[in-house]
């Protein structure tokens, strides 16, 4: 059975993704001047927006589930990226009603205007990169590798691995003060 949290995790990659892969193909359907590719950019624009809906419902429940429940769930992440994720699902899903204007409103038509197509370019770079600052908070908060001012081995316990010349690994943390006098005596 899949909990809110584990929903949360394994749909929270889509809207930066999806994203993503929206301003190539809209950058390609420019370049190569093609309606049908713009409109498939609009239309993956649209279905991002409608994945971010249960991606962010889903963020409340998933914080409840880990709020104080973990040790290694570090959360003071938690507040900024809820926060962050707010405006993000806001953005994105005007992206997408406006992606799904444009698709409704030159359906007609076959061509999307350029005009239109540069405008949804420049509103999803900004919502993509939205997304990857939302992504990389909540990454922060349960993992200590790209937190750059919380490395695990940077925690002050006096205890960190290195690995010497031959490959096998040391432990600085390990020495007493006669090895540290010994090697000055050297």
């Known amino acids: 059975m899949m909990n809110a949290a584990h929903l949360h995790l394994v749909l929270n990659h889509f809207p930066v993704i999806g994203s993503a892969i929206a301003i190539f193909v809209l ?3 420019i370049l190569k001047k093609s309606d049908d590719i713009k409109k498939t950019g609009a239309m993956i624009i649209v ?4 994945i971010t809906i249960p991606v962010y419902l889903s963020g ?10 973990y040790d290694d769930v570090d959360e003071e ?6 926060d962050f994720a707010l405006y993000s699902f806001i953005a ?21 205007p350029n005009s239109v197509t540069y405008l949804l370019l420049i509103v999803l770079l900004i919502v993509n990169g939205m997304m990857a600052y939302t992504a990389n908070l909540g990454g922060k908060i349960h993992h200590p ?8 081995w ?16 040391i432990d600085d943390g390990d020495k007493d003060e ?5 090697e000055d005596d050297d």
Do not use: C, W
């Not at 279905?47 to 409608?50: D, G, I, K, M, P």
């Not at 409340?60 to 429940?69: L, P």
């Not at 006669?178 to 010994?182: A, K, N």
């Open 27 to 29: 950058i390609i359907g």
């Open 47 to 50: 279905l991002t927006a409608l």
């Open 60 to 69: 409340e429940d998933a914080q409840a589930k880990i709020e104080g429940n």
């Open 77 to 82: 992440f938690v507040e900024p990226h809820e």
């Open 92 to 112: 994105m899903d005007i992206a997408g009603l406006f992606a799904l204007g444009s698709l409704l409103m030159y359906r007609k038509q076959k061509a999307l």
């Open 145 to 152: 590798e790209i937190r750059e001012d919380k490395l695990p």
């Open 154 to 169: 940077e925690s002050g316990t006096g205890s960190v691995t290195n690995e010497n010349k031959s490959g096998n690994y």
């Open 178 to 182: 006669s090895d540290s006098e010994s």
